[in-house]
C-alpha cells in the first residue's frame, strides 16, 4: 500500500477533498495511507509563524525552510523510511499519466504545497527529489495542485477502483484519448446512441471504440498520435480522415 503525506498551511481543506468519493473510501478501506501535515505545527516561533519577507526587492512573503525541514524530518522518524519528495510548482515538469503511472508504483510519497511567493530554495535543494507542475499558468498555493496529483496516483494504486479497465481504456493511457460513451435512455433528444454499441457483439464494438478513440485524438489532440502505438489497421483508418504520416 502506498504511503502518501501531504505538507500544507491548509490541512483542513486536504482532508476534505481526500476524504470524499472514490479516494475517501479507498482510504477508508485500507487501499491507501494519506496523511496531511500542518507545516506551523513545526515552527519553533512562537507565534507559529512560518513565512517573512524575502531577501532583494519585491512583495510576498516566502515559507521559511525550517519548518518544512522539521515537517520532513518528522514524517521520516515517523514512517520509518525516506520518501520521495515532490513540490508542487509552476517551474516543474509538467504532470503526465505516465509519470502517474510511475509514481504509483512508489511506496512513499511526500507531497510539498508552496504558498504566497513560493518556498526558501536552501530546503528545495536539500529534500526535494522533483518538481512537477499541473499546468503552465500559476495557483495561489499548491494544494489544489498537489490534490490533482495524488487523485492521479491514488486512482492507479491496488484495490482503488474496482477493476484495472476502469484507468487501462480511459484518455491518455495508451497515448490515445478515450472514445466516445452512452447510457440509457436510448435515445435523448432524438438522438440514438450508435447501434454497434448495443448489438452485443464484443469484436465490433472494440473496433469501433478503437477507430473513435482515434478520432477524437486526431480531431482533437493530433499531436499525441506522435507518440501512440498504432498498426497498420490504425494507420489506414487515420488516412481516412485526412491524417498524413510523419516519417
Not at 506551523?40 to 512560518?50: A, G, L
Not at 515532490?86 to 512508489?106: D, F, M, N, W
Request: hydrophobic letters at 35%.
Amino acid at each position: 500500500m502506498i504511503k502518501i503525506d501531504l505538507a500544507t498551511l491548509f490541512p483542513d481543506m486536504c482532508e476534505t477533498v481526500l476524504s470524499e468519493s472514490i479516494v475517501g473510501r479507498a482510504r477508508k478501506a485500507g487501499h491507501l495511507d494519506i496523511k496531511c501535515w500542518q507545516i506551523r505545527d513545526y515552527t519553533v516561533d512562537k507565534h507559529r509563524n512560518v513565512d517573512d519577507t524575502p531577501y532583494g526587492p519585491g512583495k510576498g512573503m516566502l515559507l521559511q525552510a525550517d519548518p518544512i525541514y522539521r515537517t520532513w524530518e518528522a514524517v521520516c522518524a515517523e514512517r520509518a523510511s525516506r520518501p520521495h519528495v515532490i513540490y508542487l510548482s509552476p517551474q516543474g515538469k509538467t504532470l503526465t499519466q505516465q509519470r502517474a503511472k510511475e509514481l504509483s508504483r512508489a511506496e512513499h510519497l511526500f507531497v510539498l504545497c508552496g504558498h504566497y511567493e513560493g518556498v526558501d530554495q536552501r530546503v528545495l535543494d536539500e529534500i526535494v527529489d522533483e518538481e512537477i507542475s499541473i499546468g503552465d499558468y500559476v495557483l495561489t498555493g499548491g494544494e489544489l495542485g498537489a490534490l490533482v496529483l495524488i487523485d492521479c496516483v491514488a486512482r492507479l494504486c491496488p484495490g482503488v477502483l474496482a477493476d484495472e479497465s476502469c484507468f487501462t481504456e480511459e484518455s491518455h493511457w495508451n497515448g490515445l484519448l478515450e472514445y466516445p460513451q452512452y447510457t440509457k435512455p436510448a435515445v435523448w433528444h432524438g438522438v440514438a446512441v450508435p447501434e454497434i454499441v448495443t448489438n452485443g457483439n464484443h469484436a465490433a464494438i472494440a473496433r469501433w471504440r478503437r477507430e473513435m478513440s482515434l478520432k477524437n485524438t486526431y480531431e482533437k489532440r493530433p499531436e499525441l498520435l506522435k507518440n501512440a502505438q498504432l498498426n497498420e489497421k490504425d494507420k489506414w483508418f487515420l488516412r481516412t480522415l485526412g491524417w498524413e504520416e510523419e516519417l
